[in-house]
């Protein structure tokens, strides 16, 4: 250790220091935004700037998703002008996460600075909203900034760049495909060929690959890039000049802000700093915020001293030093990989190793909105344990500089540095100057792994970096680190195992060595938090195999004499660089003749497209602030089965801004709420889950209420909980009714069968993680009881009339109004209305209006999900395959209330047998009563979970007969006119049509032929394929839910006011409801305006559910329209030459009713469960999908390859909406079956709260090949237009890729003799896959029998 003299020119500093800090006024922050000048006087340290830009400045097109870094819809450009260099900086970052107070002379770009419809769209807005990137538009505004600040940086980027974008931005409805079309058109790869290009036309014509489903009719684009505005970069606004001049100036002084709680002190000299530090040891040093902004916002953590060094030079330089580069701690990762990747092009490739390693962990890092702030030394300082970058640094032996007013010390990044859970050896006074990241030897070879749930934007399970020195020309192992990351409490060193090969020959010795050497050295308890316990023992042994690979193959080009990797393993050994995926859509052009005028069948843009891309769109917590509102916060259980016996408001109530508190007593109607009534609008001293709502405080500030809820105490008398679905099976807890569903003579088609196989699966739950969450706003009236709601729900009457209950008036004083929705998914059809419940009972006893919007970790912990399920079954089939008889029970996990769950249950047991004809079955229903929060519907509505435990049998069938899956579905496949077990006939049925379709176009039997070959020749990655077919009944299985009601005026300058009772939440209802009503009323859909969805317009509206709002309300909106074409065609006739304006003027003059109501009723519904008959669905929507995934059998990662959907959505009414519809549901069921885990604790505590923990799918993981097809000449009878229903059907083909890893999975048991059905639940995660490759490694890693200990999470 060394440590240099004092620092020079203290004195002055001591000064500067002790006159800021006197000041007792906060210093003058500006900035600007949208190229407006801002001076704030008084800001808050720890106000984001997406608070300030919302709530202060009224820019609401910047979203609010999760607060916490991970989705991206707060998406912002920060430029900055760096005087040193003169160089303008531009660079995408998340305002969530972007502390006010370190804007001082930054430029901000949102949204609305770009481009508006009333101005001009920007290309980037205007593309996104063309190519359909477009639906609930939530994420859409941080898409378009993503893009923005790439192009700003990069004019013509490539496809990757355009990706690596992306990684930080997240959507939950497009299924990411559309937007990467039609971003490519800016991209170097996708310069249009100006129609030149493919077999039909232009190389944009469907996607970027035009396929022929046959030799006409496909020749209409979903869009087209003529439309598109030129992109000229030249036009971007310029940098403020006055922000220039005043960056030229202002960079040289303390800066001091002061708030209620912290103060925020920003050096602008490094001896400032040291100082600060030192007068302040406790004080929290913030650059990117990335990791203080999460403790603030979730741990409750108060900073009252925050440093910002950001600026100071000596803390961003960068420095190539003799034995390596020297980088500043606040240098962000965006810098340092920029920095990196120059020197691995300049520089000799044996001194690059370890920059290589340092690379490929930034590239997984997070996405770029946090690498463009993040810095080095914050990702140091914080000492994670699953930090991505210590591991590297600790394996290549980097050095620190720390320092303190008094001088510096250069420490050695071992073990030693790292002295327990997130704590370093640095003292409270120092700081980190900077960290020297040494060049590699000739002889030494270093690599890093991450191991994460989801490969972009992921924390890591297990993260780790190799080094291995030899001995000059040997394979002798000189020097050996072996670093690991989530293996305890801290990064550490395998030192144990490294001592032990020091010396050793590279060789199988050496490999069985360290493997039983780590098996012992790397162990975890089993309580580990994080939980993957046995699995991330296997991986620290897995990856040192990949390590051990790699460097033979190194040795050997070195020309050093040791074992010659086989062929057969060179795939364990590649690095992951994703293609670009490409894709093809098919659907069927409207019939020749069709007037042009007509948009029924054509793909028209989402109505609100543009202005979701603009950010003008107006989301319900858009609305601007009421003079006098008051915002509310909830109070919720943290036990999941107590009593409460004392709730103390006293430390809420003094603080800031607490205006009141709300529990049971201050519900003036009915406490009972929810579907069936069983639920407590404020718990009433019982609560039955974590996330009970207890009560609520109202202050004047969300930050205020907030506050006060967690200063709340609430002590408890716990009672034992029922958590999981084998709890509840082993108490008989269970909601009544137990359903059954029987056909044909069991008993017999088992004695029939040649073999009888049983098995059993579990189906994890999902969360919805619409990007917007719930809100509300809760406006009394003033007079006779009357509220108005401004809400995001899918259901404005259920919302209706759970307010009029509980407050006591009847339903005709609410009035609930939705404009549209950030996403639903099932999600707000039932559950919302717990939120707008409490949240109208604080605004009537206020008498005043009262807003919400649950932050991402209340929403996913209070409103439940798709309900987990387990199956278990027995199933009769003879030796061709065909399935004779099937016995199956499944349990669904409801929670702690009835909610919808009867109905999802319901819907399992019609969707048992999926598309297979069964000829003697029996299904039976559990409804689990646990003390998890109520589960809800969600899109698929028990269809999927049915559907999955069918798949699992079909599998094991084949399986068990060694034929292929694909044959023994095909076999089993139902025909035209046969029955359900539920007595149904099946007409119309285009299964086979499908099934051929998708088998063809996605050369199934050459794929699988390939597929076989390739698993031949590779050891560590198998491929896997499986083809898939979903039928899914059509109707609420509540029969009067089946109905719809519109109302539609004409006023006297021919415009139309179109309204219906569903609600849009992106899935492009609205649009289609105006095309339906443009082709009645025979007038451009221009005409056409649909403001909102209402209580008073529309009354005892279904929710917008079930697939159905487009076939209900498009026949109530053709009903309404037909009774005012009918009430015109007087004047038509008359004047037929005349305009739609004239007959519309004469009309009115003549006194008739231009306003029209219009209801719809689906005739002959109704199916009895104790008769076993009556029609259960109008229709069936059928489809197939054939997807082809990869595994990687040492770390459990997949990639998936390619999939092929055909799609039987009858006479499509917008070929783009459905064909979205089926990209995005395809996206949410990928999600389902393979990458989405909630994890709940033994006591039923939510461990994964938001999108850090929570992995919804992102760009990176949709299938390399995407087509999409709709099947041609497929009308159906039942549905407005020929139409069918689309929203829920394709999310089950996403099992297609679950399947085909279970495919790809046997053929990696296989290597290890093991052969036949085999369990595995879903989803289809990199632990499950990892564990059920069973090899060598798994051998070494034993599970602890369960049962013996307390594991993190259970299943639940
Ligand atoms: C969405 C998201 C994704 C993430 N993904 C990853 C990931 O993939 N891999 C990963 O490893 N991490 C990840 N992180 C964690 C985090 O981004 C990194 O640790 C980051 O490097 C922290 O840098 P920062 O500048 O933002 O730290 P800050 O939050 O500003 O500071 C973090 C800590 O470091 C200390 N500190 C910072 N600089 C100094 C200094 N010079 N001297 C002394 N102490 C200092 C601070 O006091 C503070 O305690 C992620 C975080 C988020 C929000
Ligand atoms: S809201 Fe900022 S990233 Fe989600
Ligand atoms: S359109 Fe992306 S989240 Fe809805």
Same mark, same amino acid.
């Given at each position: 250790?060394?440590?240099?003299?004092?620092?020079?020119?203290?004195?002055?500093?001591?000064?500067?220091?002790?006159?800021?800090?006197?000041?007792?006024?906060?210093?003058?922050?500006?900035?600007?935004?949208?190229?407006?000048?801002?001076?704030?006087?008084?800001?808050?340290?720890?106000?984001?700037?997406?608070?300030?830009?919302?709530?202060?400045?009224?820019?609401?097109?910047?979203?609010?998703?999760?607060?916490?870094?991970?989705?991206?819809?707060?998406?912002?450009?920060?430029?900055?002008?760096?005087?040193?260099?003169?160089?303008?900086?531009?660079?995408?970052?998340?305002?969530?996460?972007?502390?006010?107070?370190?804007?001082?002379?930054?430029?901000?770009?949102?949204?609305?600075?770009?481009?508006?419809?009333?101005?001009?769209?920007?290309?980037?807005?205007?593309?996104?909203?063309?190519?359909?990137?477009?639906?609930?538009?939530?994420?859409?505004?941080?898409?378009?900034?993503?893009?923005?600040?790439?192009?700003?940086?990069?004019?013509?980027?490539?496809?990757?760049?355009?990706?690596?974008?992306?990684?930080?931005?997240?959507?939950?409805?497009?299924?990411?495909?559309?937007?990467?079309?039609?971003?490519?058109?800016?991209?170097?790869?996708?310069?249009?060929?100006?129609?030149?290009?493919?077999?039909?036309?232009?190389?944009?014509?469907?996607?970027?690959?035009?396929?022929?489903?046959?030799?006409?009719?496909?020749?209409?684009?979903?869009?087209?890039?003529?439309?598109?505005?030129?992109?000229?970069?030249?036009?971007?606004?310029?940098?403020?000049?006055?922000?220039?001049?005043?960056?030229?100036?202002?960079?040289?002084?303390?800066?001091?802000?002061?708030?209620?709680?912290?103060?925020?002190?920003?050096?602008?000299?490094?001896?400032?700093?040291?100082?600060?530090?030192?007068?302040? %040891?406790?004080?929290?040093?913030?650059?990117?915020?990335?990791?203080?902004?999460?403790?603030?916002?979730?741990?409750?953590?108060?900073?009252?001293?925050?440093?910002?060094?950001?600026?100071?030079?000596?803390?961003?330089?960068?420095?190539?030093?003799?034995?390596?580069?020297?980088?500043?701690?606040?240098?962000?990762?965006?810098?340092?990989?920029?920095?990196?990747?120059?020197?691995?092009?300049?520089?000799?490739?044996?001194?690059?190793?370890?920059?290589?390693?340092?690379?490929?962990?930034?590239?997984?890092?997070?996405?770029?909105?946090?690498?463009?702030?993040?810095?080095?030394?914050?990702?140091?300082?914080?000492?994670?344990?699953?930090?991505?970058?210590?591991?590297?640094?600790?394996?290549?032996?980097?050095?620190?500089?720390?320092?303190?007013?008094?001088?510096?010390?250069?420490?050695?990044?071992?073990?030693?540095?790292?002295?327990?859970?997130?704590?370093?050896?640095?003292?409270?006074?120092?700081?980190?100057?900077?960290?020297?990241?040494?060049?590699?030897?000739?002889?030494?070879?270093?690599?890093?792994?991450?191991?994460?749930?989801?490969?972009?934007?992921?924390?890591?399970?297990?993260?780790?970096?190799?080094?291995?020195?030899?001995?000059?020309?040997?394979?002798?192992?000189?020097?050996?680190?072996?670093?690991?990351?989530?293996?305890?409490?801290?990064?550490?060193?395998?030192?144990?195992?490294?001592?032990?090969?020091?010396?050793?020959?590279?060789?199988?010795?050496?490999?069985? /060595?360290?493997?039983?050497?780590?098996?012992?050295?790397?162990?975890?308890?089993?309580?580990?938090?994080?939980?993957?316990?046995?699995?991330?023992?296997?991986?620290?042994?897995?990856?040192?195999?990949?390590?051990?690979?790699?460097?033979?193959?190194?040795?050997?080009?070195?020309?050093?004499?040791?074992?010659?990797?086989?062929?057969?393993?060179?795939?364990?050994?590649?690095?992951?660089?994703?293609?670009?995926?490409?894709?093809?859509?098919?659907?069927?052009?409207?019939?020749?003749?069709?007037?042009?005028?007509?948009?029924?069948?054509?793909?028209?843009?989402?109505?609100?497209?543009?202005?979701?891309?603009?950010?003008?769109?107006?989301?319900?917590?858009?609305?601007?602030?009421?003079?006098?509102?008051?915002?509310?916060?909830?109070?919720?259980?943290?036990?999941?089965?107590?009593?409460?016996?004392?709730?103390?408001?006293?430390?809420?109530?003094?603080?800031?801004?607490?205006?009141?508190?709300?529990?049971?007593?201050?519900?003036?109607?009915?406490?009972?709420?929810?579907?069936?009534?069983?639920?407590?609008?404020?718990?009433?001293?019982?609560?039955?889950?974590?996330?009970?709502?207890?009560?609520?405080?109202?202050?004047?500030?969300?930050?205020?209420?907030?506050?006060?809820?967690?200063?709340?105490?609430?002590?408890?008398?716990?009672?034992?909980?029922?958590?999981?679905?084998?709890?509840?099976?082993?108490?008989?807890?269970?909601?009544?009714?137990?359903?059954?569903?029987?056909?044909?003579?069991?008993?017999?088609?088992?004695?029939?069968?040649?073999?009888?196989?049983?098995?059993?699966?579990?189906?994890?739950?999902?969360?919805?993680?619409?990007?917007?969450?719930?809100?509300?706003?809760?406006?009394?009236?003033? /007079?006779?009881?009357?509220?108005?709601?401004?809400?995001?729900?899918?259901?404005?009457?259920?919302?209706?009339?759970?307010?009029?209950?509980?407050?006591?008036?009847?339903?005709?004083?609410?009035?609930?109004?939705?404009?549209?929705?950030?996403?639903?998914?099932?999600?707000?059809?039932?559950?919302?209305?717990?939120?707008?419940?409490?949240?109208?009972?604080?605004?009537?006893?206020?008498?005043?209006?009262?807003?919400?919007?649950?932050?991402?970790?209340?929403?996913?912990?209070?409103?439940?999900?798709?309900?987990?399920?387990?199956?278990?079954?027995?199933?009769?089939?003879?030796?061709?395959?065909?399935?004779?008889?099937?016995?199956?029970?499944?349990?669904?996990?409801?929670?702690?209330?009835?909610?919808?769950?009867?109905?999802?249950?319901?819907?399992?047991?019609?969707?048992?047998?999926?598309?297979?004809?069964? %000829?003697?079955?029996?299904?039976?229903?559990?409804?689990?009563?646990?003390?998890?929060?109520?589960?809800?519907?969600?899109?698929?509505?028990?269809?999927?979970?049915?559907?999955?435990?069918?798949? *699992?049998?079909?599998?094991?069938?084949?399986?068990?007969?060694?034929?292929?899956?694909?044959?023994?579905?095909?076999?089993?496949?139902?025909?035209?006119?046969?029955?359900?077990?539920?007595?149904?006939?099946?007409?119309?049925?285009?299964?086979?049509?499908?099934?051929?379709?998708?088998?063809?176009?996605?050369?199934?039997?050459?794929?699988?032929?390939?597929?076989?070959?390739?698993?031949?020749?590779?050891?560590?990655?198998?491929?896997?394929?499986?083809?898939?077919?979903?039928?899914?009944?059509?109707?609420?299985?509540?029969?009067?839910?089946?109905?719809?009601?519109?109302?539609?005026?004409?006023?006297?300058?021919? *415009?139309?006011?179109?309204?219906?009772?569903?609600?849009?939440?992106?899935?492009?209802?609205?649009?289609?409801?105006?095309?339906?009503?443009?082709?009645?009323?025979?007038?451009?859909?221009?005409?056409?305006?649909?403001?909102?969805?209402?209580?008073?317009?529309?009354?005892?509206?279904?929710?917008?559910?079930?697939?159905?709002?487009?076939?209900?309300?498009?026949?109530?909106?053709?009903?309404?329209?037909?009774?005012?074409?009918?009430?015109?065609?007087?004047?038509?006739?008359?004047?037929?030459?005349? *305009?739609?304006?004239?007959?519309?003027?004469?009309?009115?003059?003549?006194?008739?009713?231009?306003?029209?109501?219009?209801?719809?009723?689906?005739?002959?519904?109704?199916?009895?469960?104790?008769?076993?008959?009556?029609?259960?669905?109008?229709?069936?929507?059928?489809?197939?999908?054939?997807?082809?995934?990869?595994?990687?059998?040492?770390?459990?990662?997949?990639?998936?390859?390619?999939?092929?959907?055909?799609?039987?959505?009858?006479?499509?009414?917008? %070929?783009?909406?459905?064909?979205?519809?089926?990209?995005?549901?395809?996206?949410?069921?990928?999600?389902?079956?393979?990458?989405?885990?909630?994890?709940?604790?033994?006591?039923?505590?939510?461990?994964?709260?938001?999108?850090?923990?929570?992995?919804?799918?992102?760009?990176?993981?949709?299938?390399?090949?995407?087509?999409?097809?709709?099947?041609?000449?497929?009308?159906?009878?039942?549905?407005?237009?020929?139409?069918?229903?689309?929203?829920?059907?394709?999310?089950?083909?996403?099992?297609?890729?679950?399947?085909?890893?279970?495919?790809?999975?046997?053929?990696?048991?296989?290597?290890?003799?093991?052969?036949?059905?085999?369990?595995?639940?879903?989803?289809?995660?990199? /632990?499950?896959?990892?564990?059920?490759?069973?090899?060598?490694?798994?051998?070494?890693?034993?599970?602890?029998?369960?049962?013996?200990?307390?594991?993190?999470?259970?299943?639940?």
């Amino acid at each position: 250790m060394k440590r240099t003299q004092e620092t020079s020119g203290m004195r002055d500093v001591d000064q500067t220091v002790a006159e800021t800090e006197a000041r007792s006024d906060s210093g003058e922050l500006i900035f600007f935004v949208n190229g407006r000048k801002i001076v704030e006087e008084s800001a808050d340290p720890e106000m984001t700037l997406l608070t300030y830009l919302r709530r202060k400045l009224g820019l609401t097109g910047t979203k609010l998703g999760c607060a916490e870094g991970g989705c991206g819809a707060c998406t912002v450009m920060l430029s900055r002008y760096e005087p040193h260099t003169e160089e303008l900086l531009h660079y995408a970052v998340n305002a969530c996460l972007a502390p006010l107070c370190s804007l001082h002379l930054v430029a901000v770009t949102t949204v609305e600075g770009i481009g508006s419809v009333a101005r001009k769209l920007h290309p980037v807005q205007e593309r996104i909203a063309r190519s359909h990137g477009s639906q609930c538009g939530f994420c859409t505004p941080g898409i378009v900034m993503s893009m923005y600040a790439l192009l700003r940086n990069n004019p013509k980027p490539k496809m990757a760049d355009v990706e690596e974008a992306f990684q930080g931005n997240l959507c939950r409805c497009t299924g990411y495909r559309p937007i990467l079309e039609g971003y490519k058109t800016f991209t170097v790869e996708g310069g249009c060929c100006g129609g030149r290009g493919r077999e039909n036309g232009c190389c944009m014509t469907n996607g970027n690959g035009a396929l022929k489903s046959s030799e006409d009719e496909v020749d209409e684009t979903l869009y087209n890039i003529a439309d598109f505005a030129p992109y000229d970069p030249t036009q971007e606004v310029i940098f403020p000049p006055e922000l220039m001049n005043l960056s030229k100036g202002q960079r040289s002084h303390l800066l001091c802000f002061r708030g209620d709680r912290a103060t925020w002190l920003q050096p602008a000299r490094l001896e400032e700093f040291l100082h600060l530090k030192w007068k302040h %040891p406790a004080a929290r040093v913030v650059v990117g915020n990335t990791e203080v902004g999460i403790e603030v916002k979730f741990k409750n953590m108060v900073y009252p001293v925050i440093l910002a060094p950001a600026f100071i030079p000596e803390l961003n330089a960068v420095t190539h030093a003799e034995d390596g580069i020297e980088f500043g701690a606040a240098c962000t990762l965006s810098h340092m990989g920029a920095v990196l990747r120059q020197a691995v092009e300049t520089l000799p490739p044996h001194q690059t190793e370890v920059f290589l390693a340092i690379l490929e962990q930034l590239r997984w890092f997070a996405g770029q909105q946090i690498r463009n702030v993040a810095a080095v030394g914050g990702n140091i300082m914080t000492a994670s344990p699953i930090s991505d970058l210590n591991p590297v640094f600790m394996a290549a032996g980097c050095k620190l500089t720390l320092m303190d007013k008094d001088g510096s010390r250069v420490v050695q990044m071992d073990d030693g540095f790292f002295v327990g859970y997130r704590k370093t050896a640095a003292r409270p006074q120092e700081v980190l100057l900077s960290v020297n990241v040494p060049y590699s030897k000739r002889t030494q070879f270093v690599s890093a792994f991450k191991q994460s749930p989801r490969r972009e934007d992921d924390i890591s399970i297990v993260t780790a970096a190799m080094s291995a020195t030899f001995t000059p020309g040997t394979d002798i192992v000189e020097d050996l680190r072996l670093s690991y990351g989530g293996m305890a409490a801290t990064t550490v060193l395998a030192k144990r195992t490294a001592s032990r090969l020091l010396g050793r020959s590279w060789g199988e010795e050496l490999l069985q /060595e360290a493997c039983s050497s780590l098996a012992e050295e790397m162990t975890l308890d089993p309580t580990a938090p994080g939980g993957m316990v046995t699995y991330r023992q296997t991986l620290a042994l897995s990856l040192f195999y990949k390590f051990y690979l790699t460097v033979l193959k190194k040795l050997r080009l070195q020309g050093v004499n040791v074992q010659e990797v086989g062929s057969e393993c060179a795939s364990a050994t590649e690095i992951y660089h994703p293609q670009t995926p490409s894709s093809v859509q098919i659907y069927q052009a409207v019939p020749e003749g069709q007037s042009q005028d007509d948009v029924v069948g054509r793909p028209i843009m989402h109505l609100s497209a543009m202005k979701q891309a603009t950010g003008e769109a107006i989301y319900c917590d858009d609305v601007p602030l009421y003079e006098n509102e008051l915002y509310l916060a909830l109070i919720t259980s943290t036990k999941a089965h107590a009593r409460i016996l004392s709730v103390d408001t006293s430390a809420a109530e003094c603080l800031p801004g607490v205006v009141c508190c709300l529990f049971a007593d201050d519900v003036p109607g009915s406490n009972a709420t929810g579907i069936r009534q069983d639920q407590s609008v404020l718990a009433d001293g019982k609560v039955t889950c974590v996330g009970h709502i207890i009560g609520a405080v109202v202050a004047d500030t969300q930050l205020h209420a907030q506050r006060a809820a967690k200063a709340m105490k609430i002590q408890y008398e716990e009672l034992q909980p029922i958590v999981t679905i084998q709890e509840a099976i082993a108490a008989q807890s269970f909601y009544q009714p137990i359903r059954t569903i029987q056909s044909g003579d069991l008993e017999a088609g088992f004695k029939q069968a040649d073999h009888i196989l049983e098995g059993e699966m579990h189906i994890g739950g999902q969360e919805h993680f619409y990007l917007e969450t719930n809100v509300t706003l809760a406006v009394p009236r003033g /007079e006779d009881g009357e509220m108005e709601l401004f809400v995001s729900t899918q259901s404005t009457t259920d919302t209706q009339s759970q307010v009029a209950r509980a407050l006591g008036v009847p339903a005709n004083r609410v009035v609930v109004r939705v404009k549209r929705m950030g996403g639903g998914f099932g999600g707000k059809e039932s559950r919302s209305t717990l939120l707008s419940t409490v949240v109208a009972v604080a605004a009537n006893k206020l008498k005043r209006p009262v807003r919400c919007m649950l932050d991402r970790d209340e929403d996913m912990l209070i409103t439940g999900g798709r309900h987990p399920f387990y199956g278990k079954y027995k199933v009769g089939f003879m030796n061709s395959g065909k399935v004779v008889a099937l016995d199956v029970s499944y349990y669904g996990n409801a929670g702690n209330s009835m909610d919808l769950s009867l109905a999802i249950l319901e819907r399992a047991l019609f969707h048992m047998e999926n598309s297979y004809s069964v %000829p003697n079955v029996r299904g039976r229903g559990f409804l689990c009563r646990t003390n998890l929060p109520s589960n809800t519907a969600f899109r698929g509505f028990g269809g999927p979970q049915g559907m999955m435990v069918a798949e *699992s049998w079909m599998t094991d069938v084949a399986q068990s007969l060694g034929r292929s899956a694909e044959e023994v579905r095909r076999l089993n496949l139902y025909t035209e006119g046969e029955l359900t077990p539920y007595n149904q006939i099946l007409h119309g049925l285009t299964l086979d049509r499908c099934w051929e379709e998708c088998l063809s176009q996605s050369g199934y039997r050459q794929r699988r032929a390939a597929i076989d070959l390739y698993n031949r020749q590779n050891r560590w990655t198998k491929r896997g394929v499986a083809m898939v077919p979903t039928k899914f009944g059509i109707s609420f299985t509540a029969s009067f839910l089946n109905q719809a009601g519109a109302l539609a005026h004409i006023y006297t300058d021919g *415009s139309v006011l179109l309204t219906h009772g569903g609600t849009e939440m992106g899935q492009g209802l609205h649009t289609k409801m105006v095309q339906v009503a443009s082709r009645i009323l025979g007038i451009p859909f221009s005409k056409i305006h649909i403001s909102e969805t209402s209580t008073n317009t529309v009354p005892n509206a279904s929710p917008t559910a079930a697939s159905a709002s487009s076939d209900l309300n498009g026949a109530a909106v053709q009903n309404a329209c037909e009774t005012l074409l009918k009430r015109l065609e007087p004047y038509k006739t008359k004047n037929p030459k005349a *305009s739609w304006e004239d007959w519309v003027k004469a009309a009115y003059f003549d006194r008739v009713n231009l306003s029209a109501n219009g209801f719809y009723k689906t005739p002959d519904l109704g199916y009895s469960f104790d008769t076993n008959s009556g029609r259960a669905f109008n229709y069936f929507s059928y489809g197939v999908a054939c997807s082809e995934v990869e595994i990687d059998c040492l770390t459990g990662a997949h990639k998936n390859l390619s999939t092929t959907v055909v799609m039987d959505v009858g006479h499509s009414l917008n %070929p783009a909406i459905d064909i979205g519809q089926v990209e995005g549901g395809f996206m949410q069921g990928l999600g389902l079956f393979t990458l989405e885990e909630l994890h709940y604790s033994p006591q039923g505590v939510l461990l994964t709260r938001g999108p850090g923990s929570y992995k919804i799918p992102a760009f990176g993981d949709i299938p390399t090949q995407l087509t999409v097809s709709l099947l041609r000449d497929a009308p159906n009878d039942k549905a407005i237009f020929a139409s069918k229903a689309v929203g829920e059907p394709p999310l089950f083909l996403a099992s297609s890729v679950f399947y085909a890893i279970k495919d790809a999975i046997s053929a990696a048991r296989a290597e290890s003799g093991i052969t036949g059905p085999f369990r595995l639940d879903s989803p289809a995660s990199a /632990e499950r896959i990892r564990n059920a490759c069973s090899d060598r490694f798994t051998k070494l890693c034993r599970p602890v029998e369960p049962g013996t200990f307390r594991p993190w999470s259970v299943q639940v």
